[in-house]
């Protein structure tokens, strides 16, 4: 016989699929230790009938499922469930690093990927935890889901996400791409606010698209570095932080082609008649050696070999950050012939000065060149010359450097300028 203290008298019925009619007058009793209603005829049957009721009762359906998030990082597949273990991979003997919890409540699906405090379910164990305490709450009437959706969400909010990947991002970036970089993370914050990023859509990718072309007079190759921006931080959400399953795919942009513009040599020449004498050096330098303007202001003394007139550019400015490292990804030092135009003032400035000092001095401050004060000179000359305010600097010096080697049929990648068709006239 069965201990008294382990069950109480109990005329409710519980309600399962073999459920009858007769069951309704069928006594039934209260196993405190399993929670579960057995017919008070079973009594007398003995233990062993009573474990064998009590182990298909743990079959039996409960509140709540654990999933796993995500499919295996080697091999794609996915994770299988061990019950009582977790999930793993079969091929790979990898576990998932997100769970979540899948339950029905009141007619509601209700998906669970945090408990009330914010701890993500990081372990199978922790969701095991969690899902315990949901359903003692359930049994006791106390579940409330926005209790955890609320805490949840916040932590998944759009622009949550974004501030941690921004700062993510920032030292691998360029300082003077870092005001646009911010300025696209603004964009996304004031459309998406506190939406969950696992609830993004290409619906809502597109809906975005559409937003930027409306209320922002934007050029198309300006919306295209918005997107990709957009589509750079939800890759990070799915491959660094695993926290979304899928990147939606973006709307292509159609982008109009950049109509490049350069000056021809007499035209150059004309227009260093407008720069003033002392800043005369390093205009000149960038008309003759093609480089770029950060990279002029970079140039250091130490960076010159006078004895086989070869100079080294390896380092650029960036918003007035000195950078060990030219422009572009993965762009490796080069080396370049000094013109024979630039040779005399360039050793000079390295005989007369240390190694760290810059060849290029603004001798008005006597410190380097700054991007502003370029851009004055240039702009000054510009106004001089009555030339279009459409014709950067860039243009009378690189772009023009390269169209010259284009135009006299040479096809080197020369201090890094793709010379293919753009730069043909």
Known sequence: MMNCNEF???????????????????PWAYYGQRNMLIPTEDFDKGNGYLETLLKEGENMPM???????????????????????????PECQTMPKRFFIDLWYQGKQVKLFS????QVLDTYQRAQTLLSHIRYEIEHHAFDASKYVKGEAREYWVTILLDR???????????????????????????????????????????????????????????????????TFL????????????????????????QFKWLLADEQIKLLEHVPEEHKPIIA????????????MALKCKDVNLRDSIITIHATFSAAVYREKRKGKGAQPVSIPIHPEMFEFVKERVKNNLPEAFVFVNQST???????????????VRMKAGISKSLRLYDATRHSFSSHLVNMGSTNNLQGLQTSRPYQH
């Not at 794609?76 to 273990?85: N, Q, T, V, W």
């Not at 809502?204 to 570095?225: G, P, Y």
């Not at 006597?366 to 000054?380: C, H, P, Q, V």
């Open 8 to 26: 109480s008298m109990n005329m409710r019925v519980r309600i399962t699929p073999n459920f009858s009619i007769a069951s309704i007058v069928t």
């Open 63 to 89: 509140p709540g499922v654990i999933r796993s998030r995500g499919k295996c990082q080697k091999c794609g597949g996915e994770f299988k469930c061990i019950p009582k273990l977790g999930y793993i991979c």
């Open 115 to 118: 408990d009330k405090t914010g």
């Open 165 to 231: 990947f921004v700062t993510y991002k920032l030292d691998s970036i360029a300082p003077s791409y870092k005001k646009n970089y911010k300025r696209m993370a603004d964009i996304l914050k004031q459309f998406f606010g506190t939406k969950n990023v696992r609830e993004i859509r290409k619906l809502d990718v597109i809906n975005f698209k559409n937003h930027i072309e409306k209320n922002f007079s934007l050029k198309s190759k300006t919306i295209k570095n918005i997107l990709d921006f957009f589509k």
């Open 235 to 258: 890759r990070y959400l799915k491959y660094d932080l695993e926290v979304i399953d899928n990147v939606p795919a973006f709307p292509a942009i159609e982008i109009q082609p950049y």
């Open 285 to 296: 330098f960038l008309m003759l050696q093609g480089c770029r303007p950060g990279e002029a």
């Open 366 to 380: 006597g410190r380097r060149y700054a991007e502003t004060t370029l851009r004055r000179i240039w702009n000054d």
